[in-house]
Each structure stands twice: as C-alpha cells, then as structure tokens.
C-alpha cells in the first residue's frame, strides 16, 4: 500500500465502523423517568422535573411523575402523554421547543449560523489565496512593475489631490 | 462601622469619577500631573472600597441586624465561615465585591504599567474606573449594602440552606474574579482603539489577564459543577440553567480569543476578529450579571427581579455602541499585513475552531433568549432546557473535539494533504480500534462510541507531540528520557501547557460521555433490609435524628458492598434549618475512578426509609480534568528564563548605549 492510499484506507475503516455502530442503537421501554426528563417543573425552579423532584421535594414535580406513571399504567403512548400535558399546562412544560412552526428557528439557526460562518471563512481564506497569487504572479515581473510604478505613481497621486481639492 | 461604609462608597463614587474623567482630560492636555493625580485617586477607590467591604463584613460578623443585607442573609446560629461567605452571597453584597475585585485590579494594573504603556494607561484607567463608577453608583443610589432597618430584628433571616455548602466559599469568589479580570483586557481593548495604538503591545500585556481570567472562569464553573452535584441532589451537576449559561458564554468565547490571539502574535493577522472576541467576552460578563439580575428569565440562580437588571442593559448598551463604533473608526487601521497561505493550515485551523467555539456560545446565547423571543413572537411562553442544549452543543463540541486532536497535526502557513494524511492515519486507527474494543466490550451508544474515539484520537495525538519532542532532545542532545521531557515543557512552555490543558478537556468529554449509562432506582426499605443497584448492595442501618447549632439532621445510615466486599457506610440525611419550612437534601457519595454511588434519602418514617440511589459511571474525571486544565494554565503562564535573561540582556545592552 503506497502512502497516498493510507489516508483513504482510514476514512473507509472509519465509516465501516460507524456503519457497523448504527443498529448499536436500541429502543427501551417507557418509564415515567423517561418523560419527565422532557418536562420542566411548574414550580418555577426552571429545572427538569426528574431533576427537581429529586433534589427540592417538589409537590408540582412530585404529582407530575405519579401522574405520568398512572397514564403509563393505563397504556397511553408517550406522544398521548406529552400532549396531554401540553394542553393542560402550556407549552412552557416542554424542556425544549416543539420542532415545528416559529420553534423551528430555535433548532435551525445555531446550525445555520456556523454554515454561514464557515462560507465566510472559506471566502475569506479564498479571497487570501487569490491575493497571494496575484502578489506571487506580480512579484515575477516586479522589475516591469517598479518602472510603471515609477513612472506613473507621482502623476497618479497628483492627479488624486488635486480631485480631492 | 456602617456609616464608614456608607461614606467610603460614596467618597469613592465621586473618586472613581474624578479618576476616569481627569485621565481624559490629563491625555488630552498632556499634562503629567493630572494623570498621576487620576492614577492615585484609582487607588484611593480601592482602598475605600476595601473599607467598605470590611464595614460590611464586620457588621455581618457582629450581627448588626439593623442593616438590612445583614438581617436578609445571616442569623445567629450561621457559622463564622458561612457569614463571611454572606458577604457576597446577596445582591448588594455581590456588587460591593464586584467593584472592589475591579478596583483591585485598577490598582494593580497601575501598578504594572507605572513604566510602560504610557500611552495606553490613562485610557485603560479611564475606562476601568468608569466601570467601578457605575457599580458605586449602584451601590449608592439603587442597592445599598449599608441600609438600615426601621427596627433592630431579634435575629437575622438566615443564608439560604442550599448556600451552606464550601461550594459557596470558593464558587462565587473564582466566578467573580474571572469575570471582573476580563474587564481588563477589554480596557486595554478600549485603549488601544481609542488611541490607535493597535499593535501587539495591549495584547501582551493583558495576556497573562487574559489567561489568568480564563483561569477562574474555568474553575468557577467547575466548582459550581462540583456544588451542584453534591447539593442539588439530582446526581446531575450542569443544567443549562440561564445562569450557567451566562458564566459559560464569556468562557467560551474567552476560549476562542486565547486561541486566535495567537494568530496575532505570531502572523499579525486577525486584528479585527480579536477585537470582536474580547469586546464580545466583557459584554456577555455584563449580560449574565443583568440575566442574574434582572429577575427576566427563571433561574434558580437570579437575584429576583429587580430594577437593577434594567441598568445593566443600558451600560450594557452604551458599552456595545461605544466598541462598537470604535471598532468601526479604527477598522482601517486594523487590517492584517500577512494572509493565510492555505485552507488546511495551523492558522485556519484556528479560524474552524473560533467558528466553532463562537457558534456553541451563539447557540446558548440564542436558547437562553429564545423563551423571551417566542413569547414576543407567539405570546407563547416555551422553556428551553437540557434537551435542547444537549441536542444542538453535543455535535458543534465534539467537532471542536476533532479539531482539537487535528489541529496539533497542521503546520503553520502551508499542510499538504499528502502529509496530513500520512499525519492522521496512525491516531484515526488507532481510535477505530478502540472503538471497536469499546463496542465488544458492550459499549453500545453511537454517541459514546464517537465521543471516546475522539478522546482516543486527540490523546494520541496529544501523547505523539510529547513523545516526538522528547525523543528528538533525546537524540540531538542525548538527554535522558525524564530531563528531555522537562526541558521540553520548560522550554515552550505555552505549547505544552496548552496541551496539557487540552488532555484535561479530553477528560471532561469522556467524564460526560459516562451520564449515558447513568443508572437510577427508587426504593423503599425496612431496617436491616438491603437491596441491589448493579454490582452495589446496600443494607439499611437505621436512621439517626439529632439536632446541631444551626439544623436538624436525620441521617440514614447504609452499608455498602461492592461484589460482597465492603467498602464504606454511606449517610445521606435530610437538614432541616432553623427558620426554614423544608428539609433540604444532603447526598452521600461513594466514589471511585470508575463511577459514583450517589445516594439521596428521599423519605423516612419510623422502620422505613426510601432511597433514590444513582450510579454514575466517571464523574469523577470531570474534576481530575478540571485539575489537569488548571495545572496546564499554571504551565503556561510561568514565566520563561530565557525570554527574561534577554530582556534583562537588551535592557543592559540599552543602559550601556
């Protein structure tokens, strides 16, 4: 294998094991803990609900598991579950926006964002590379330059002051 | 005592003004007499200021409950050291700490500049003492630590029960002086576009600024991990809390500033981006004190609401206009002489990942507003919490993750992809295979698997940087192993400080990786029953119910075995505090390298008790990480013997000319 193959040998290792780890991820059964970790308290604490009733002995995060529990128990789906919740108290009991309508834009543009910036610094870094060129190719034939240069610099910056005057 | 304090704010009210006004005028008369005069009045606000502070906190010791700040966060029964802590435990004490630390910091900053920076310190000074200024005025006019009660209470409210915890004795101060220590470079930032003296010169002398901030910064958010964890009681320790969030955003683009400064000092570019970073880092300082302040966004943290937060959005405001315009002013001025000569360079590399770091602190910037937003977009009122944060920072932070193993790979200026690539194989192998080792070893969550991999990448790449120099002084200089190693660190000291600062990074990413396999159980036992969470049995004792100077302690007491060998009595216990209405939780913790027995005594009653037990696999790597990153800064900031013995050389050369 010579050395120009390696580094593609190692991206194709790469992806055959990130192919292989994919089905590594499994479905689990539904918990009241998995639920409340997608609510925020009502008690104002601004914390999860698995997280406050854990550390403050919260009545409202208390009531909020034992009810998710009790409808688990009744054999309702997480998404009967969630909206259930959603109606009765708000929006606000969701830990994190809905991915839909204007809570979309809480998602996307973080993301956005960074492509947008990396567009920049590829111009940026482009616009450097091409300048460097030009410098490159002008510094070949710098001794024409210097002439011109010496020529018409004067007249040039003459002919400038007097526009600006 | 309180009428000194009372005073000495005042007196230093009109001091701090004088100061920051007769700089200006000194610089623009250029007269030497008025900038001494401006300099010395710098340092009379802080000696006033230290007056302040010790009136306060000799009131609180005394227990002058007549003072309102005294009677709001002390009582009797509050031990000697958590009275001191009281000091900036509230709002108003937290402000007279705030402008102490920054004049402080005026005072020492005059004191290392009296023979050099000229130019740039009445400048500096100016804006340092304009910030005080506004803090005194705060203190005088909205939020006086000194004012009095009608009445003189019995006893004090008492500080709250979750803030008596050492967490809060070494917590806030390392937070303060790592966002009052910004304020300095941010000055020098000020100065420099102020006076057009927009060299390398502010950035070296406000480098040690810099990175000793950074330093707090990063150890104030650790410790607050730390107390987090062990007070909260719900085995987490980050919540992507607003106020987290605030502490977290100037350290992240502090991060990315001490990163692309570099690119200034040794290629003279990025002027204007390091500009932009170091403004940016002091004005999220003061948006997270006005999140914490305003009482706007929900936090367990805030103050409450108050008037206050208002006042910092205008100074906020008005600060972010002024850079800003000057920014623009001296935008000509600040254009780069050298180019970036590659798109697979060490300086681009430096451009990805200040893309990156700023992105990650734009997207907790953007969640920690987005419920203002929707409300007044919708009228809906939405929360964003850890769901969301960890959902958008985990792939920006493990990309920077990469970075950070790639980047000592790059040269500067010019990497062919020839050479890269023959660069990376070994590390990108080497941390497959790992991967693979940790999927047989039923390591079963994609996320995991990429995190460790990368961790492995960037360890190796870390470990080759030292082991390559180190062979090389070998051979060369035919040192032993252990001297070439030394030498090596003591010889670039910021090249390998800032490795090692970044394997303590790599320790905090494979700490957090461990929450996916956290494991929970609530249970109920009688005593002298036991019960089982993974390889841990657990055999409840009873319970134990006493009361202290300041509490009432109910203490469970459990004994613990790890695959039937013993190894300790774990007691969690509920407190409750004189005055207060609930018990607060007091979690027991066995740790070890490999993971934490976290156990809350969540309920009791005469035979019986329930327990929510956590078995939480490599936290403990958050704190040894934390360690590596502190010890790696100290590294850095060392000062160099060589660059020393030259200066001194130069200098003799200098007197002798």
Known sequence: MNATCRPKSAAVLLIIFTVLFIPAIKAFALTAGEITKGFTCTCGCNMLVSACEGSMECAPAKEITDQVAQMIETGQSKEEIIQYFVNTKGEQILAAPTKKGFNLTAWILPFLAIILGAGGIYLFIDKCLISGKDTDDESKDSDKKQVYEGKYLDLFKKELKDFEL | ????????????????????????????????????????????????????????????????????????????????????????????????????????????????????????????????????????????????????????????????????????IFHPPTLFLGYVGFTVPFAFALAALITGQLGDDWIKTTRKWTIISWLFLTAGNLLGMEWAYVELGWGGYWAWDPVENASFMPWIVGTAYLHSVMIQEKRDMLKVWNMVLILLTFLLTIFGTFITRSGLIASVHSFGESSLGWMFLAFLVVTLIISVGLLIYRLPDLRSKNQLDSLLSRESSFLYNNLLFVGIAFAVFWGTLFPIISEAARGVKITVGPPFYNAVITPIALTLLFLMGVCPLIAWRKTTLKNFGKKILFPTVVSAAGAALLYVLQIRSLLVLITLALCIFVSINLFLEFFNGMRTRHTLLQEGYLRALWNLVARNKRRYGGHIVHFGVVLLFMAMSGTAFNTEKQITVNKGESFKIKQYLLKYEGLSEYPTAGKERTVATLTVFNDNHKVGVLSPEKALFRGQENPTTEVAIHMTLKEDLYVILAGYGKDWATFKVLVNPLVVWLWIGGGIMALGTVIVMLPDRRKRKQSISKDTRAEAI
């Open chain 2, 1 to 168: 005592m309180s009428e000194i304090g009372l005073y000495s704010i005042l007196i230093a009210m009109f001091l701090a003004a004088y100061s920051s006004f007769t700089a200006v005028v000194g610089i623009k008369k250029r007269r030497g007499e008025m900038i001494a005069s401006a300099e010395n009045a710098a340092v009379a606000v802080f000696g006033l200021l230290s007056l302040a502070s010790v009136a306060l906190i000799y009131a609180l010791v005394t227990r002058d409950f007549q003072i309102e700040y005294v009677a709001k966060y002390t009582s009797r029964s509050l031990s000697t050291v958590y009275t001191l802590a009281a000091f900036y435990a509230g709002q108003k004490g937290s402000l007279l700490f705030w402008g102490w630390l920054l004049s402080l910091y005026t005072a020492i900053v005059i004191f290392q500049n009296r023979r050099k920076n000229r130019k740039l310190l009445p400048w500096v000074l100016a804006v340092m003492m304009a910030i005080d200024f506004f803090f005194v005025v705060l203190m005088v006019f909205v939020t006086n630590p000194f004012e009095r009660l009608p009445y003189m209470p019995l006893d004090g409210q008492g500080l709250n029960p979750m803030l008596q915890n050492p967490g809060m």
